[in-house]
């Protein structure tokens, strides 16, 4: 079916903006959380390796062991295992409310590994500089390494957001709301292409948007 603009907005543009809306509410509250948990689990990957100063193989291989069992499964299939556990944790599986525990414990390992990459970076001689002077690795940690990092720890949230708001786009297929859900139930089942269209189109200018935001935040950070 064709529609004009005015004709398409009086039918979906209600719709896919409240969908737009979720989709922004899933992925900020599932960073949120994944930030708090994937941030530690990163700078204690990186502290419990071999030759740092809190070295212990058995708190770094089971840490390491998980993440890449974790990262191992694909979003769809780790959605549709946690159905249950969902269920019990939040009292249902549907709607925002009831993916945000399968997008936490999709997101939080990976950005526990690209802060584990982003806290690597950081130079050597800076570290050793900071250790020779006899301060404590608390305060090295969050005033040195993570404060260096800035710009790799950026592009790496920047690179988290956008797999997340694909994530999101997938969690449609059970009901979870947002663009992703408009699009498979309206677009694809009841052969809607043009809502297909404009919410390809919506997510398209999204990430672009989130990328350009994380380009230019972290070329600020190398400069300060």
């Given amino acids: 079916m064709n529609y004009s603009i005015v004709e398409f907005y009086d039918r979906w543009g209600g719709m896919i903006w409240k969908a737009t809306l979720e989709t922004f509410q899933m992925v900020s509250i599932s960073l949120a959380i994944s930030v708090i948990i994937g941030l530690p689990l990163g700078v204690l990957l990186v502290l419990t390796r071999p030759n740092k100063s809190l070295e212990n193989k058995y708190v770094y291989q089971t840490l390491n062991v998980f993440i890449n069992i974790t990262r191992s499964i694909p979003f769809i299939i780790l959605l549709f295992f946690l159905l249950p556990f969902t269920r019990f944790l939040v009292g249902t599986s549907m ?5 945000i525990v399968p997008l936490v414990v999709y997101t939080a390992p990976y950005i526990a590994r690209l802060m584990e990459s982003a806290l690597l970076e950081v130079n050597k001689g800076i570290l050793e500089a900071y250790e020779a002077m006899g301060i404590k690795t608390r305060h090295i940690i969050w005033h040195v390494m993570v404060r260096e990092a800035r710009p790799s720890i950026i592009l790496g949230i920047t690179i988290a957001i956008i797999g997340l708001i694909g994530a999101t786009a997938m969690a449609g297929l059970v009901g979870a709301g947002g663009l992703g859900d408009v699009a498979y139930r309206f677009g694809h089942l ?11 189109v919506i997510l398209i200018i999204i990430i672009q948007g989130i990328q350009s935001i994380g380009n230019r935040l972290a070329a600020k950070m190398k400069k300060d």
Avoid: A, D, N, S
Avoid at 95 to 99: A, F, L, N
Avoid at 190 to 200: A, G, L, N, S
């Fill in 190 to 200: 009841r052969f809607e292409p043009e809502v297909m269209y404009v919410t390809i």
């Fill in 95 to 99: 709607g925002v409310k009831g993916v």
